[in-house]
Antibody, heavy 121, light 107 residues
Framework: QVQLVESGGGVVQPGKSLRLSCAAS????????MHWVRQAPGKGLEWVAV????????FYADSVKGRFTISRDNSKNTLYLQMNTLRAEDTAVYYC??????????????WGQGTLVTVSS | DIQMTQSPSSLSAYIGDRVIITCRAS??????LNWYRQKPGKAPNLLIY???SLESGVPSRFSGSGSGTDFTLTISNLQPEDFATYYC?????????FGQGTKVEIE
C-alpha cells in the first residue's frame, strides 16, 4: 500500500534552518511528481513546492521562493524540503503529497500524515 | 496566480441533508478542479478529481460538477463522517492553489 511518512519537524528559532523528509513506499517513487503543502494552525491549505518525477523541474510559492528548496533522491525513495531563513509565518504542519494523473488532469491522491514545524524564539 | 474562492466559508447541516459547496476560479481552468475533505487533525483526502470524477473508494453520495470558472461539490445524505472541512484545488497551473475551505458542522 502507498505510504508517505514525513519527518524532521520541530521547534526552530527564526532565521535558522530545518530539513524535512518524506519517505515513500508501496509505489515506484521515481514515476511520480511530488509536492509539499503546508497548513498553519487553524488555517487552510497552502501549496509550497513541486518537483518533477525525475527532479528536472521544481517550482515554488512566492512565499518561500529563495528560502526553501525541494529535492528528491529516487534511489532512497525520499523527498526533501530544505527550509532556510525560517520565519514565524512558516509555522505549520507540512504535508508531502503524490501527484497522480488521468489524461491531462492531475491531483494529489496520497498525502503523508504531516510534520509540525514551529518557528519561535 | 489563479485565485480560488469557496462559498460558504462554513455551514451547519443535519445528518441526511444535501449540502452544496461552490468554488469559483479567477480565470478559466477548464475541468482542472479537485475536491478534498479534511477531518480534524488528519491529512486531506481526495474526493473528486477533474471536476466530476469520483476517486476510487469514495462514496457515491459525493458528486462534482462544473467547468471553466464555476464548480460545485454536492454531498447527498450527509453522514457523521462528513462533518469536516472541504477544499477545492485548481491544477490547471503548475502552481496549484486551494480555496480557503468550507467547514461543515452539525446543526
Amino acid at each position: 500500500q502507498v505510504q508517505l511518512v514525513e519527518s524532521g519537524g520541530g521547534v526552530v528559532q527564526p532565521g535558522k534552518s530545518l530539513r524535512l523528509s518524506c519517505a515513500a513506499s508501496g509505489f515506484t517513487f521515481s514515476n511520480y511528481g511530488m509536492h509539499w503543502v503546508r497548513q498553519a494552525p487553524g488555517k487552510g491549505l497552502e501549496w509550497v513546492a513541486v518537483i518533477w518525477d525525475d527532479g528536472s523541474n521544481e517550482f515554488y510559492a512566492d512565499s518561500v521562493k529563495g528560502r526553501f528548496t525541494i529535492s528528491r533522491d529516487n534511489s532512497k525513495n525520499t523527498l526533501y524540503l530544505q527550509m532556510n531563513t525560517l520565519r514565524a509565518e512558516d509555522t505549520a504542519v507540512y504535508y508531502c503529497a503524490r501527484i497522480n494523473t488521468v489524461m491531462v488532469e492531475y491531483f494529489f491522491d496520497y498525502w503523508g500524515q504531516g510534520t509540525l514545524v514551529t518557528v519561535s524564539s | 496566480d489563479i485565485q480560488m474562492t469557496q462559498s460558504p466559508s462554513s455551514l451547519s447541516a443535519y445528518i441526511g441533508d444535501r449540502v452544496i459547496i461552490t468554488c469559483r476560479a479567477s480565470q478559466s481552468i477548464g475541468r482542472s478542479l479537485n475536491w478534498y475533505r479534511q477531518k480534524p487533525g488528519k491529512a486531506p483526502n481526495l474526493l473528486i478529481y477533474a471536476a466530476s470524477s469520483l476517486e476510487s473508494g469514495v462514496p457515491s453520495r459525493f458528486s462534482g460538477s462544473g467547468s471553466g470558472t464555476d464548480f460545485t461539490l454536492t454531498i447527498s445524505n450527509l453522514q457523521p463522517e462528513d462533518f469536516a472541512t472541504y477544499y477545492c484545488q485548481q491544477s490547471y497551473h503548475t502552481l496549484v492553489t486551494f480555496g480557503q475551505g468550507t467547514k461543515v458542522e452539525i446543526e
